[in-house]
């Protein structure tokens, strides 16, 4: 799992981020100039401590929490970077044509109308995994199998400046026993004009009704 914890003070940074780019250091190679020693001592020891560095015959290296927190933070301020939402979006459809819809609860759009979707998880195996515990999270079935449809990313803007962007991950599922509720909807293609729906909803689902797999880009003004 991932760890949300910023690393806030500035040794600290400069220590992660000397480390970055080498596999072992010396403690002479990673202390800054000017600091103190047993400051800098102090705060190395704080980031072994919190499972952030490790230390063996070779030096100091970053552990596997370290890698983790480098891999999601900007190069030059040391800070998570607001990243895109990485999602599996399920198109569940029925024989006779109607198309699973999930009502949104929160914000963004909360009680617009969407395929039903969730993140994908670090510890996800695959993007079927994915799709199959999503339909079990949200929809209460279990799947045997789930298809890739395609990709489309999603970037959402409000006066002009970027709300939110998605890449998501458009998986079939194949499932009947879902029942109409307060949040889920069977709903025709032909009716869809008549929900308040969430950005690009209209859009993937005639993507869905292609026969190739497919990749597009939606750009939406709110």
Same mark, same amino acid.
């Given at each position: ?36 020693? !047993? ?124 709300? !939110? ?44 009704? !292609? ?12």
């Amino acid at each position: 799992m991932f760890d949300n914890e910023v690393l806030n003070h500035h040794i600290e940074r400069k220590i992660i981020h000397a480390l970055m780019f080498t596999e072992y250091a010396r403690f002479t190679d990673l202390r800054p100039k000017g600091v103190d020693s !047993n400051l800098f001592s102090y705060h190395l020891k704080l980031l072994i401590g919190r499972g952030y560095v490790a230390k063996n015959d070779r030096g100091y290296t970053l552990s596997h929490k370290g890698m983790q927190y480098v891999d999601r933070v900007s190069t030059a301020g040391m800070k998570p970077r607001t990243q895109p939402k990485i999602i599996t979006m399920l198109f569940v459809q029925k024989p006779d044509g109607a198309i699973l819809l999930q009502r949104r609860s929160k914000q963004p759009h909360i009680n617009t109308w969407t395929l039903p979707y969730g993140k994908i998880h670090i510890e996800d195996e695959s993007l079927e995994n994915a799709a199959i515990r999503e339909a079990s999270e949200k929809l209460g079935s279990s799947p045997a199998v789930a298809q890739h449809l395609g990709d489309c990313y999603i970037r959402v803007a409000h006066s002009g400046a970027v709300e !939110n962007t998605t890449l998501a991950h458009v998986m079939a599922v194949r499932t009947t026993e879902v029942l109409a509720k307060d949040t889920l909807a069977w709903v025709h293609a032909v009716d869809l004009n008549n929900l308040p729906l969430a950005p690009a909803v209209r859009q993937i689902v005639a993507c869905c009704g !292609n026969s190739r797999l497919f990749f597009e880009e939606f750009t939406v003004t709110t």
